[in-house]
Every structure is written in C-alpha cells, then in structure tokens.
C-alpha cells in the first residue's frame, strides 16, 4: 500500500476536547481548547498551545492562572462557540455556571465533569503560540463520573476532536488496559 505524505500540518488524532478558563479583565472568560496536553508526572504539569491574540492569552500572563475543564456532547454547541468569538468583543463570562478551587482567576465549569486548575509553571515561546506550562493544583469530578475514586470516562461522555477535517467524536468503548494488555507479548 502506498503512503502519500499529505503535508506539514499532520495533528495529534484525535484531540481532547476542552474549555480554557481564564479571568480576562476581572470576568470569567472560556476558549475552546484542542491544544492540551500532559506533560510531567511529578509536579503534575500540563501544557497547553495558545496563539498570542487570544485575550485568554492575555489572561494567562496577567494572572499566572488558568483552568483546563473538559465538557459533554451535550455541550458540543456551546463548546464550539467559544472558540468562535473573542473576550475582545464578546462577554462569555455569563455562559456556564463557574466554582473555584484554590486558584481565585481560574474559573470552574460547573457543568464540565471533570475540570483541572493550575498554576502558571513556565512558558515556552513560539512564533504564533505560546507554549503555557502550569502546575495542576486540583483536580475537580463529582462522585458519579468516578469508579473506585478515579474519573471514569464511560460516566462523563466527553467528546474529542479530529484535525485538519474540524470535527467532533463521541468516545467509543473500552479496548484494552494499559500498562497490562502488552505483557502477553514478554517473553
Ligand atoms: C475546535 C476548536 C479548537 C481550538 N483550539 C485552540 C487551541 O488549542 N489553542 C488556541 O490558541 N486556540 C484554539 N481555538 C481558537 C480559540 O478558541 C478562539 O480563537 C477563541 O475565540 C479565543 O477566545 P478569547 O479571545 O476569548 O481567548 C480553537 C477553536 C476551536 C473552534
């Protein structure tokens, strides 16, 4: 089978699908993240990708903090509309209902089932993006999305995404454990 290099501008597949928060201006402010990953154990640091003309942007770097909160299908529109119109010239402060953990500028979506707050640990720049690394302080679920204490995604129904084709997926059904199905093939 013959492979065709399709380009420069390969993603991730697919991508978890999230909501940034932010305090822009002293309100709450939400964008639409796809860009977000784990990137150390131990502190626990998540790195996000945020292009500069963003006011969450702006945010991050005025108030060193920020929320990652990851929504349901059920709220694929409002999800989608956030990363659609800017802080700049739009209030998205009123849009969810919003909670607080220990960071005071790192607003909490009440509907998400599971929503991360973090400090501002370090900064990477790139030509259009931003690389933000924080710290995560707290991790909020609610005791009917967990198993035995822990998030379980077959209870929260989140959703991803796929680039460059721009749309969003349900998550399918378990296939296998990790750090356990590959023994099978030791020797
Ligand atoms: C599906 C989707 C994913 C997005 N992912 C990112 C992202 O990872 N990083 C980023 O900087 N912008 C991303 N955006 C764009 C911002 O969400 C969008 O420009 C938003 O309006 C910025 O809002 P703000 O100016 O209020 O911060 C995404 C938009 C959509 C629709």
Same mark, same amino acid.
């Given at each position: 089978?013959?492979?065709?290099?399709?380009?420069?501008?390969?993603?991730?597949? @697919?991508?978890? %699908?999230?909501?940034?928060?932010?305090?822009?201006?002293?309100?709450?402010?939400?964008?639409?993240?796809?860009?977000?990953?784990?990137?150390?154990? $131990?502190?626990? %640091?998540?790195?996000?990708?945020?292009?500069?003309?963003?006011?969450?942007?702006?945010?991050?770097?005025?108030?060193?903090?920020?929320?990652?909160?990851? !929504?349901?299908?059920?709220?694929?529109?409002?999800? #989608?509309?956030?990363?659609?119109?800017?802080? $700049?010239?739009?209030?998205?402060?009123?849009?969810?209902?919003?909670?607080?953990?220990?960071?005071?500028?790192?607003?909490?979506?009440?509907?998400? !089932?599971?929503?991360?707050?973090?400090?501002?640990? #370090?900064?990477?720049?790139? @030509?259009?993006?931003?690389?933000?690394?924080?710290?995560?302080?707290?991790?909020?679920?609610?005791?009917?999305?967990?198993?035995?204490?822990? @998030?379980?995604?077959?209870?929260?129904? @989140?959703?991803?995404?796929?680039?460059? #084709? $721009?749309?969003?997926?349900?998550?399918?059904?378990?296939?296998?454990?990790?750090?356990? #199905?590959?023994?099978?093939?030791?020797?």
């Amino acid at each position: 089978m013959d492979k065709i290099n399709i380009g420069t501008q390969g993603f991730t597949i @697919p991508m978890p %699908l999230a909501m940034l928060g932010t305090h822009y201006n002293g309100k709450p402010n939400y964008m639409t993240l796809g860009w977000v990953t784990r990137v150390n154990y $131990k502190p626990a %640091l998540l790195g996000i990708g945020v292009n500069k003309g963003h006011a969450s942007h702006t945010a991050i770097l005025e108030n060193g903090e920020f929320s990652v909160n990851f !929504p349901t299908t059920e709220m694929v529109k409002v999800a #989608d509309y956030v990363g659609l119109v800017s802080a $700049k010239r739009t209030d998205k402060s009123e849009l969810f209902d919003r909670f607080y953990g220990t960071l005071k500028t790192a607003p909490l979506i009440k509907e998400c !089932p599971l929503s991360l707050e973090c400090r501002l640990y #370090d900064t990477v720049e790139m @030509p259009t993006n931003t690389f933000f690394i924080g710290e995560i302080v707290g991790t909020w679920c609610e005791e009917r999305f967990m198993t035995d204490g822990v @998030p379980d995604i077959s209870k929260m129904n @989140p959703f991803v995404l796929t680039m460059p #084709d $721009k749309r969003y997926w349900k998550i399918g059904r378990c296939v296998g454990h990790a750090w356990n #199905d590959g023994k099978a093939l030791k020797q």
